[in-house]
């Protein structure tokens, strides 16, 4: 990425050569300790389009939840440029506030012992919204997120599916430009993920919605952003698709095929067979390689009940990108 490029018009958010460093002492005797510098983030560099959903990955200590509380103004960066719908995020923090929804999976944006009624009454008053405005984005968010039977339940009181569920309506009830998302899956089952997954798509579509979403469920990626960030020892190692990142990765693609009847490995151009199980096999392709013409020849030359192209799995393209330093 240029880094002397002027910044985008449409871009809600610009970090260029962002750094944020730490002093951490350490022992370095019985009685002795020593400063040490640390580097969090280390000359991040990206920019996100307004209605982009993004996922910024990375594992434990890559710098992925300092880079969030810089983008939120929570820290102040060390050095470089960042700007957040236009603003300076340290410098604009009420202002900013305005613009941002904010949603960390495992703290709560919401009063415990108040009817999520009442919690939903204060921050109309925070962020000072219209009371008519306030009361049809509630009506539309209470009924895309199932909310009317849990509007006079106390939040200590809700499940934790339903506090998310809570948490995200209180986020998004001010019409923020941009919603940042800290693991708003953990600890979900397979349904309230699902709903939660099907909702921010929803609220991106036809709100516009910026969504930036940090998580350690790759499932909430592949379902929901067009784009990820790859954070690693606080420097940015991907940036692109996921179809990107499977082909930067250079894994295999699977080919599984359900023929009419056991039958001995399949031959055809182009795919090896690396598994035989009954009448169904597993066919690798060589990286960069096209399922078309063995899809064909399977068609044309064997009786097929069945086929399906399995992509390599997201959690282990990015465990390989790891590895590679």
């Known amino acids: 990425m240029d880094e002397t490029a002027a910044p985008s018009t449409d871009a809600v958010i610009e970090a260029r050569d962002v750094r944020r460093t730490f002093l951490v002492r350490r022992r370095a005797g019985v009685l002795r300790r020593t400063a040490v510098e640390v580097h969090a983030v280390d000359g991040l560099s990206f920019s996100i389009e307004r209605g982009e959903m993004v996922g910024l990955l990375g594992p434990n200590g890559a710098g992925k939840s300092t880079t969030v509380k810089m983008l939120t103004g929570i820290l102040v960066p060390t050095s470089g440029r960042l700007r957040v719908a236009g603003l300076e995020p340290s410098a ?36 000072d919204v219209p009371v008519e405005q306030h009361r049809a984005a509630l009506a539309e968010f209470v009924e895309l997120l199932d909310l009317d039977d849990l509007l006079d339940v106390p939040v200590r009181s809700l499940s934790l599916g339903q506090r998310m569920r809570g948490e995200i309506a209180a986020a998004l009830l001010h019409e923020p ?149």
């Not at 108040?114 to 919690?119: E, F, G, V």
């Not at 096999?281 to 960069?288: D, K, R, S, V």
């Not at 020849?297 to 390599?312: G, K, M, N, R, T």
């Open 92 to 127: 604009s923090r009420t202002t900013l506030a305005r613009r941002i929804g904010v949603v960390f999976g495992q703290r709560s944006g919401l009063w415990w012992d108040l009817p999520l009624r009442d919690s939903f009454a204060l921050l109309r008053r925070i962020y």
């Open 177 to 325: 430009d941009l919603l940042y998302l800290d693991e708003p899956t953990i600890g979900l089952d397979v349904v309230s993920k699902a709903r939660l997954r099907d909702f921010l798509r929803r609220v991106n579509t036809e709100r516009g919605t910026t969504v930036v979403l940090t998580t350690h469920d790759l499932g909430d990626v592949e379902h929901v952003c067009r784009r990820v960030l790859v954070v690693d020892h606080g420097r940015l190692v991907f940036d692109g698709s996921l179809p990107e990142l499977r082909r930067l990765d250079g894994s295999a693609r699977t080919v599984v095929v359900d023929l009419a009847d056991t039958a001995p490995p399949v031959e055809v151009e182009g795919a090896t067979v690396t598994r035989v199980d009954g009448p169904r096999q597993w066919l690798a392709l060589p990286p960069g390689g096209s399922a078309a013409p063995v899809v064909a020849q399977l068609a044309a030359s064997y009786p097929l009940v069945d086929l399906a192209i399995q992509e390599p799995e997201i959690e282990d393209v990015i465990t390989r990108l790891y590895s590679r330093g």
